[in-house]
């Protein structure tokens, strides 16, 4: 049979004719079934069909590929109903970024670090959590600033959606390690954590969620999240720019000051 020019590359595909007999052996010992029911659906189960019906054996290797592709597809396509669900669920992960709550500076002999939350910042930390959990977005891990006005929100937070206090990781890299920090924490995350909350800073927060989504998103308020989601089944595969933005949402939208 001629080969086919694409004008970029050659494929060569030579083709023999072998009755349903030799075709069913042949089959077997490649270690293909015969018949060709399983590969693909639809059209391309018919092509296939077709391909073995008539008794022809693609010899190029490229033909053989593309037919195992087919079968693969096939095996996926007919997952059922609540295994195609979860594959789903494993191809997407979901990063909230959240920064701490409002703080108090009332005391000048505290640092940095020790600064706890205000009354508004108690307020507002369990209102944002409860929203969360309207959403059904409870989270697989918690990771929080070492600040106490981080850990306090983390904590209040998790209060409200149903997460050991505990539990909540506590990353020192979030405390004004900077942009990068913040990404490479999330690319390092656990893969079976498919919903991870972090709890930090600005403006380390605030870049991290434009520089993941792509998207100018300005500056988080006192207990603001961005919800970014990810089409990947591992965080390290998390990317600048590769993440598609779910909500920006902070509590002045819904109490007053």
């Known amino acids: 049979m001629p080969g086919t020019d694409t004008g970029a590359s050659r494929c060569v595909c030579s083709m023999e004719l072998f009755s349903p007999r030799e075709l069913q052996k042949t089959n077997q010992s490649a270690g293909t079934p015969p018949?060709?029911?399983?590969?693909?659906?639809?059209?391309?189960?018919?092509?296939?069909?077709?391909?073995?019906?008539?008794?022809?054996?693609?010899?190029?290797?490229?033909?053989?590929r593309a037919i195992h592709s087919i079968q693969r597809g096939?095996?996926?396509?007919?997952?059922?109903?609540?295994?195609?669900?979860?594959?789903?669920?494993?191809?997407?992960?979901?990063?909230?970024?959240?920064?701490?709550?409002?703080?108090?500076?009332t005391d000048p002999s505290l640092t940095d670090r020790d600064r706890p939350?205000?009354?508004?910042?108690?307020?507002?930390?369990?209102?944002?959590?409860?929203?969360?959990?309207?959403?059904g977005m409870e989270p697989d891990c918690m990771v929080s600033s070492p600040a106490r006005?981080?850990?306090?929100?983390?904590?209040?937070?998790?209060?409200?959606?149903?997460y050991d206090k505990d539990a909540i990781v506590i990353a020192e890299q979030i405390y004004l390690g900077g942009r990068r920090a913040?990404?490479?924490?999330v690319q390092a995350l656990n893969d079976e954590d498919e919903r991870v909350y972090i709890i930090g800073h600005n403006p380390d927060l605030?870049?991290?969620a434009s520089c993941?989504?792509?998207?100018?998103?300005?500056?988080?308020?006192?207990?603001?999240?961005?919800?970014?989601?990810?089409?990947?089944?591992?965080?390290?595969?998390?990317?600048?720019?590769?993440?598609?933005?779910?909500?920006?949402?902070?509590?002045?939208?819904h109490l007053s000051p």
């Open 35 to 64: 018949g060709g029911e399983s590969y693909g659906c639809g059209s391309a189960r018919q092509s296939a069909r077709r391909i073995f019906a008539d008794g022809i054996r693609y010899q190029n290797a490229r033909a053989h």
């Open 212 to 253: 993941l989504t792509g998207e100018s998103l300005g500056e988080l308020p006192t207990c603001g999240m961005v919800a970014i989601e990810f089409p990947v089944y591992s965080w390290t595969h998390v990317m600048e720019g590769a993440g598609r933005l779910k909500f920006f949402d902070y509590p002045k939208k």
């Open 149 to 162: 006005r981080a850990r306090k929100t983390a904590r209040l937070i998790a209060g409200e959606v149903g």
């Open 74 to 105: 096939a095996n996926y396509l007919n997952l059922n109903p609540s295994r195609q669900s979860r594959e789903r669920k494993r191809l997407l992960r979901e990063l909230l970024l959240i920064r701490h709550a409002k703080s108090a500076w």
């Open 206 to 208: 605030s870049e991290a």
């Open 182 to 185: 913040v990404v490479e924490l």
């Open 117 to 135: 939350l205000n009354e508004r910042g108690k307020r507002d930390a369990p209102f944002m959590g409860s929203l969360l959990r309207f959403r």
